[in-house]
C-alpha cells in the first residue's frame, strides 16, 4: 500500500496496486495480528524462511517479545582466507564481493554495514537463502546470514562468526 509493486512481483503473485489499495499499513497489520494471536504459541511450516521477517531489526516501532539472539555469520566460499582461523573481521569482508538477498529483506546485515561505515559491494540480490548459499559455494562471492539459517541447509562453504560478535534477536 506505501509503495507500488513491482511488475515482476504482480507477474509471480497476480497480486496488483489496485488489489492491496485499501489495506493496512504493514504496522497496523502485524499489530491486528498480535492482538489475533493473544498470546498464543504459532507453529509454522518451513519457519527457518520466515523467521527471517521477523527479527527485531526490521520490527520498527511495532513490539516484540525476544525469544532468541541468533548470531550473524559470514559465509565463504571454501579456502576463503582469514587471519584468524576461528573467525572473520568486518574489515577482511570489506573488500568482497556479496551475494545478498532481495533489497528490503535483509535489516539484519544492513544495520550491521551501516553500523560499521561499510557499504557492501553486491554482486547480486537473490530472492532465497538457498540460492544465496549455492552462489557462494560456487564461488561468486560471500554472505552474511544468521546461524539458525545457515544451519538449515547441506552446503559446501566455510562459516564464521563475525568480529565483533553481531546477532539478530527475533
Given amino acids: 500500500p506505501q509503495k507500488p509493486i513491482p511488475p515482476k512481483i504482480t507477474e509471480l503473485t497476480g497480486i496488483t496496486d489496485i ?19 493473544n498470546g498464543r504459541t504459532l507453529v509454522a511450516h518451513n519457519a527457518a ?17 525476544p525469544l532468541y539472539k541468533d548470531q550473524l555469520m ?4 571454501k579456502g576463503f582466507y582469514t587471519e584468524d582461523k576461528t573467525m572473520v573481521t ?13 533489497e528490503n529483506c535483509d535489516a539484519d546485515s544492513q544495520n550491521l554495514f551501516r553500523e560499521y561505515g561499510y557499504n557492501a559491494k553486491s554482486y547480486c ?16 562471492g560471500v ?28
Avoid at 524462511?49 to 517479545?65: C, K, M, V, W, Y
Avoid at 559470514?74 to 566460499?77: C, D, K, Q
Avoid at 540480490?125 to 561468486?140: K, N, Q, R, W
Fill in 74 to 77: 559470514a559465509v565463504v566460499p
Fill in 143 to 170: 554472505c552474511i546470514l544468521p546461524q539458525m539459517v545457515v544451519d538449515c541447509f547441506n552446503v559446501s562453504v566455510d562459516v564464521y562468526p563475525i568480529e565483533p560478535e553481531t546477532y539478530r534477536i527475533i
Fill in 90 to 102: 568486518i574489515e577482511e569482508l570489506s573488500n568482497c564481493q556479496f551475494v545478498q538477498p532481495m
Fill in 125 to 140: 540480490h537473490v530472492i532465497d537463502d538457498l540460492s544465496i548459499l549455492t552462489m557462494v559455494e560456487a564461488g561468486f
Fill in 19 to 37: 488489489m492491496v489499495a485499501d489495506a493496512p499499513s504493514d504496522e497496523k497489520a502485524l499489530i491486528d495480528f498480535l492482538k489475533f494471536v
Fill in 49 to 65: 524462511f520466515d523467521i527471517g521477517f521477523l527479527s527485531a531489526s526490521s520490527a520498527g516501532n511495532i513490539p516484540i517479545e
